[in-house]
């Protein structure tokens, strides 16, 4: 894929906004008696963003500056409240600033811009990583990748809600300016209350997003053959229990429906069942596994101004479809499940091919530990630890 056939753009008007005010309003306490009442002097942090570029380090971020400290910071003579500034809890600070949600920043690239919005398929913290160092501006944590990467098992449903919730929860937050996770949740790992609890837990994990399908419990990838899927009804208590769940956590939490009728009941039936998801609140559609780009692109016609995503899977069942052409379409969100975790076998393999055959790796001289350990975040770390005064990166590494 060409890089000008990505948008960067539409996440970087969201930046300059992403410090979201909490207001609380402030209540009389009864007073500690060990200690006398002070009004708050605790001030908000300012969160300042790159607009430029997000995945480059902020210059502050919730008060924590990413550059080390090279002159000691002259101090006020200290007060009995500052000796024991760790134990006052009387008072209540009006309010706090926090980074934007990765669910507020998803819906507002989907709800206030035009653009197709690109998601590569990650599967641990080192793809993730490196789409967030490539500046993209949302992530697809895949469920194939999950399932392969942490458990060495094809998608076949062996993967359930523990595997799949912890593996979203580190990627998700290894950035909170970082762009917003969308993640697979299958078939919700059970009933209704089973999908109202997956919500609940990508929620609180940090997840934006996540795709809800359509096939029975025993389900496989979308782009094998013999799939099968439950009765409508059955999908749509699915769907309901999701949304319900969404509510009751005042969360932005962007709930995509998803079809896998094609291949057993027809593009219909899949019409009528996103048609009926997207009345009991579903966000967004995904019909899984278009049998020509020609389907593909009725499919948006269909559902309009319903926005549809899009998952791109090379050499699977649908054919390729290229992010210009799903732009033209009218797709909303493309994904790519295959994205890193297919390049990543190849080269795992020819890798070890090499080290058998001829006794060496063949690592090329600029990947560097230390090259590797900038992306997974060296540099923060080091400030982190030179800030609150550690000698730890004194030296050179």
Not at 154 to 174: F, S
Not at 325 to 348: C, H, L, Q, V
Request: charged share 25%; with cysteine.
């Amino acid at each position: 894929m060409a890089p000008s056939a990505i948008s960067m753009d539409p996440v970087s008007q969201f930046e300059a906004e992403s410090a979201v005010i909490i207001e609380a309003a402030t209540t009389d306490i009864k007073s500690n008696p060990h200690f006398e009442p002070v009004k708050p002097t605790l001030a908000p942090i300012t969160t300042e963003i790159n607009s430029e570029d997000s995945t480059e380090p902020s210059s502050a971020v919730d008060g924590f500056i990413d550059t080390p400290i090279t002159a000691p910071v002259e101090r006020e003579e200290k007060t009995a409240f500052d000796s024991n500034r760790w134990l006052a809890l009387n008072d209540v600070v009006p309010s706090v600033c926090e980074p934007m949600s990765g669910a507020k920043k998803l819906r507002k690239m989907l709800f206030e811009t035009n653009e197709l919005i690109i998601c590569p398929g990650v599967y641990d913290g080192l793809s993730a990583r490196t789409a967030i160092e490539l500046g993209f501006n949302a992530m697809y944590m895949t469920g194939a990748g999950t399932t392969a990467s942490r458990l060495g098992q094809p998608d076949l449903a062996i993967a359930q809600l523990h595997e799949m919730r912890e593996n979203a929860e580190m990627i998700a937050n290894l950035d909170p300016f970082g762009p917003p996770l969308i993640a697979d949740m299958d078939t919700g790992y059970g009933g209704p209350i089973m999908a109202a609890r997956t919500v609940e837990q990508y929620i609180r994990s940090g997840v934006a997003g996540a795709h809800l399908e359509d096939q029975v419990l025993m389900k496989r990838c979308g782009h094998l053959g013999g799939k099968k899927v439950v009765a409508a009804d059955e999908y749509i208590a699915r769907i309901r229990a999701a949304h319900g769940a969404r509510v009751r956590m005042q969360s932005d939490f962007v709930l995509i429906a998803r079809t896998d009728a094609l291949q057993t009941l027809g593009y219909d039936e899949c019409i009528r069942r996103l048609r009926m998801a997207r009345d009991e609140g579903a966000d967004v559609g995904l019909l899984e596994g278009f049998s020509s780009k020609e389907q593909a692109a009725q499919a948006v016609k269909d559902l309009a101004p319903w926005p549809l995503l899009l998952n791109s899977v090379e050499n699977g069942k649908s054919p390729l479809i290229t992010v210009d052409e799903a732009r033209k379409m009218g797709f909303r969100i493309m994904i790519f499940s295959f994205a890193t975790i297919a390049p990543a076998y190849i080269a795992i393999r020819e890798t070890l091919m090499r080290l058998r055959d001829q006794g060496v790796v063949g690592t090329p001289s600029h990947v560097t530990p230390v090259k590797l350990f900038e992306v997974c975040g060296l540099k923060h770390s080091m400030a982190v630890d030179m800030n609150a005064g550690g000698a730890s990166f004194a030296g050179d590494l």
